[in-house]
């Protein structure tokens, strides 16, 4: 199974992938790039990632999800250079029930964010550039200093 | 199981994102004492890497792919990965 | 705005409709007909409905979710006859960060399933056939005694 | 703002999914004294209409399409349904 892809991701086929006869519902959820972050204006990300060892965990989420809950995953990230709009992350959870449905799909979205190694560069409307640190506010750096280096 | 260690091993550093921005480099090769542990692995990156001091304490590290703590004991031939705090979704 | 439809419905369509460029999430819920209920095989539904009311009640719906989350919403439920596999509901929520997107994506499904003047009939493998009770166990009929009479 | 009640109102009832099954109706004209109430009317459809005593005792109610005490009083012209238990999504 493959998790990480470079190219536009599709909500709709993660559904395909997780529907049946036997389903009675299916949760999503999609994260889009937005045009803003903490107030200021957002151009673009890139998503860098450790590909061996993010496509590892995606799969390890994934069997820890489906011996959780009795569900259908499918779970897609972007990595890459992305635009306003783009989707960076489809999860789609199948079940018989919707309280199953959410409480999968959210679990897998949480997941992902503290889990997998992915990290998010941010290139501002002001032209400065910074790497997304959850656990603390965005550090800015000077702009784009490295220009549009692709790593990992 | 286990052998004496070599005098020497060879461990693959891979640095990601901001950590590959500030040092410079996204992959470097390290020649270790045989019974280094990964602390030993992050002294010699925070001394030999430009900017490499600048490098938390206690990075995020993986061997092999896998979380490990810090006092790991490296082999020859691992693959050790220093993770700056992740961001996915 | 209307929320129901006799029309298949594109869930699709709900996403796109909340969309935007300062969204950076978008849950989405589909119930879709499933082969089976409580056991026994499920060959089609029949979604029945009191239009006037329950356009008014989704609208209520709406307007009290936008009110406690920071969110757009898309509903659209289906009336009529549905096949397995068919979507019967489909809710959108697009909101800044994915908690609110959940909360609120998943409580207008509540919301729906207890709130809206809208009657499920089920058609099961062995001929019969029942109206859908929440408060109860579904209460068997003879065989299909009415045919397929659509009211309301 | 109350005139005094007429002698008679004419209301539109409405009846769903198994309750129009039970008495094969979904929609009767009911005729009832100016002051009636819900109460009023659902006893005149649990008389008058085939398997009418089979429905509820206190069904849920719909006056002009908003939910209602069983106690609402009624006026000519309004338009009452009875709402078997909800079952959308």
Known sequence: MTYLTGDPISADQLVSQVSGPSRGGIATFVGLVRDHQDGRGVIRLEYHAYPAMAELECGAVVAEVVSRWPVSIALMHRTGSLSVGDVAIAVAAAGDHRAECFDACRWVVEQVKHRIPIWKKEFYADGSVAWVDPTQLATPLAPDPLGSVHRG | ?89
């Open chain 2, 1 to 89: 199981m286990t052998a004496a260690a070599p005098a020497t091993i060879t461990v693959r550093v891979l640095l990601f994102a901001s950590y590959a921005d500030l040092t410079g480099r996204d992959e470097v090769t390290a020649t270790l004492p045989g019974s280094a542990r990964v602390t030993d692995l992050l002294a010699w990156v925070r001394a030999v890497l430009p900017e490499g001091g600048k490098l938390p304490d206690r990075p995020l590290v993986a061997l092999n792919r896998t979380h490990v703590r810090l006092d790991a004991v490296l082999a020859d031939g691992d693959e050790v990965a220093l993770l700056p705090p992740m961001a996915g979704g």
